[in-house]
C-alpha cells in the first residue's frame, strides 16, 4: 500500500531571497513536484501568524456553512443566469 499525504513546503527561501538563490529554486522545484504529483500542498514560513490564518478560516467557513441559495447572492452575476 502507498503512503498518502499532502506535502508541506517551507517557502520561507523565496520570501527572503526573492527567487534568486539556489535554495529558492529548490523551493521551487518542491512546489513543481507536489504539484504534478500530488495537485495541492500546504507551506510553511510564510509569514502570516496564526490569528490571521485562523479569521481567514473563520470567513471561509462561514461561507460555506451559508444555504446554496445564500451562496448564489454573493456569487458573480454571470453565475446566476436567471432561467
Avoid at 512546489?31 to 490569528?51: D, M, P, S, V, Y
Avoid at 446554496?68 to 447572492?73: A, E, S, V
Wanted: positive net charge.
Amino acid at each position: 500500500m502507498t503512503k498518502s499525504y499532502i506535502p508541506t513546503i517551507d517557502i520561507s527561501s523565496l520570501i527572503e531571497n526573492n527567487f534568486e538563490t539556489q535554495s529558492a529554486f529548490k523551493t521551487i522545484k518542491k512546489i513543481e513536484k507536489a504539484c504534478i504529483n500530488i495537485g495541492f500542498f500546504q507551506i510553511t514560513g510564510h509569514g502570516i501568524n496564526l490569528k490571521e490564518i485562523n479569521k481567514t478560516c473563520e470567513v471561509g467557513n462561514k461561507f460555506f456553512n451559508l444555504s446554496d441559495n445564500d451562496k448564489r447572492k454573493l456569487s458573480p452575476k454571470k453565475w446566476n443566469k436567471k432561467k
